[in-house]
């Protein structure tokens, strides 16, 4: 029998479906390999591995009742930005240590009501700030195809527990890349919801108008399998909208015969590492061998998608994160009267990225520069969103790398907070209109680093993303390649 580690989740649900393992046993393989691998991978903030085993236990004893529910017994891993009840969540930040909360993360509750077993939290950026998860307050996580590089951020440790296979399946945040962008540099298979597709109750926010929370897994099956259970309206999330979730599984096999996929030229530009263009540009040849009508387009306001989102995204930083003082949760440092608890609490439990985007978001919604800034940054985010409305006229979806490198050694540009910044140069458009985006595996570099390829989709079109990225991975087995662990 296959490793119960390598299984996707289709698999392992065929195999506890036909009683030839179980739950627990899938489990306990997963909990082994953690135990193995992860001082050297370090993906998991937190081992939850009594819960892990009781959860499987029951859905062992569901299934025994006829219950099939659509991730009974699967293994799975959370970013530590949702909130889970009882159990530490920190967002990777020191200030948050010892704060456990006293609700669940609406998607995570659905991945509980579908049978999922929870294998612990994963590492992360602090408060999602980061490319690397350098930024972690705790540790950094390291890549498991070459550990000296890092994994990407800031869903570092998600894309590195799929990739080392300690978990079928993870969960991540994207706002500006950190989904799309550590997948593409782990190899592994991730999708970027669009805004408002699911739940961001229980999500601790960086920034309100660009967060979503999305999966990891190592198949585009296994992704529709799981973003079919977190996705949809809630009632305790004003910004969840009331589209009806599609059946994603049943889109999968559709033939991409016709299909109108779109090359913005400045996804292709200068400064693009020459293997991720080769690549990127070897899967799209792929799909038009399988008969997708390929056309070349220009993003017109591309140019200002980075200024627009940092300052967005910094002042939405610096609104989300007065609330950590020291007060109401997590950790506090005593002073000489509440103003001097407030700079203590927050000058300790705070990294310096942390502080540096505080300062900046603090400085663009300051009186005098609101104007200038913010309220510029808002209206060009309204240009780039009709740019996305004009091109999903022309074309089904677009397709660009994720970045424009594979990934880069440990502290090779922690000095240069402009270069990290650049590591999302083209995955933060999606997040400023709130369209959504799929990345794949679609080669490697010359050393032996993933690539991967962003295929990008109009508002609530996940189902069209995942249909071409299954008929791609028909196609290919770059997703079938995992790295060499020992």
């Known amino acids: 029998m296959t490793e119960l580690t390598s299984l996707t989740i289709a698999g392992a649900l065929s195999l506890m479906r036909a009683r030839e393992i179980s739950a627990l046993e899938l489990t306990e393989a997963h909990l082994a390999r953690i135990e193995r691998l992860d001082p050297e991978i370090r993906a998991f903030l937190t081992v ?8 499987a236990k029951a859905a062992d004893e569901a299934r025994a009742a006829g219950d099939e529910r659509p991730l009974l017994g699967i293994p799975i891993a959370l970013k530590d930005v949702l909130s889970t009840m009882g159990i530490e969540t920190t967002c990777g930040s020191k200030i948050l240590k010892g704060y ?8 995570v509750a659905r991945l509980y ?32 195809w070459n550990r000296a590089h890092v994994p990407g951020g800031s869903s570092g440790g998600s894309a590195a527990a799929v990739a080392a296979n300690m978990a079928l399946a993870a969960l991540g945040t994207d706002t500006g890349g950190s989904i799309r962008q550590p997948a593409s540099f782990c190899g592994v298979s991730a999708i970027k919801p669009s805004y408002g597709r699911v739940s961001r109750y229980g999500l601790i926010a960086y920034g309100s108008s660009f967060d979503q929370a999305g999966p990891f897994a190592r198949t585009v099956e296994d992704l529709a399998r799981v973003l079919g259970v977190i996705a949809g309206q809630d009632p305790l999330d004003s910004t969840s909208m009331p589209n009806a979730v599609p059946d994603y599984l049943a ?14 030229a400045e996804y292709f530009a200068e400064g693009l590492q020459p293997d991720v263009e080769s690549a990127v540009r070897g ?10 009508d390929v056309r070349e387009l220009s993003f017109q306001h591309a140019e200002y998608c980075l200024p627009a989102y940092y300052i967005i995204a910094m002042a939405e930083a610096s609104a989300n994160l007065a609330r950590f003082d020291g007060l109401r949760f997590g950790a506090r440092v005593d002073g000489a009267d509440l103003i001097d608890s407030y700079k203590k609490t927050r000058g300790a439990g705070f990294g310096e990225e942390v502080k540096r985007r505080i300062m900046l978001g603090t400085y663009t919604l300051s009186a005098g520069y609101y104007d200038a800034y913010y309220g510029k940054a808002q209206a060009v985010r309204t240009l780039i969103r009709a740019d996305f409305d004009d091109l999903f006229d022309q074309v089904d979806v677009l397709i660009a790398p994720v970045a424009p490198t594979t990934a880069f050694k440990f502290g090779e540009v922690t000095d240069d907070p402009l ?11 999606a997040n400023l209109a709130g369209v959504c985006g799929l990345s794949v595996p679609c080669g490697f570099d010359g050393s032996g680093l993933p690539i991967g390829m962003q295929i990008l989709g109009a508002p609530f079109t996940e189902e069209r993303l995942l249909q071409v990225g299954a008929a791609y991975q028909r196609a290919t087995d770059w997703h079938a390649r995992s790295p060499e662990m020992g």
């Not at 456990?100 to 998607?107: G, K, L, N, R, W």
């Not at 899967?283 to 997708?292: N, P, T």
Request: proline letters at 4%; zero cysteines.
């Open 283 to 292: 899967a799209v040849k792929q799909l038009a061998d399988m008969g997708a």
């Open 100 to 107: 456990h909360p006293v609700f669940d993360a609406t998607a």
């Open 251 to 264: 889109a999968l096999d559709g033939d991409i015969r016709g299909l109108k996929i779109g090359l913005p």
């Open 113 to 144: 009501d579908a049978g999922a077993v929870m294998l612990g939290k994963l590492n992360m950026d602090e408060f999602a700030m980061g490319s690397s998860t350098e930024n972690s307050g705790f540790f950094h996580s390291a890549n498991p």
């Open 48 to 55: 939850t591995a009594d819960f892990a085993r009781e959860q």
């Open 419 to 429: 270069r990290m910044i650049l590591a999302d140069v083209l995955t933060i458009s």
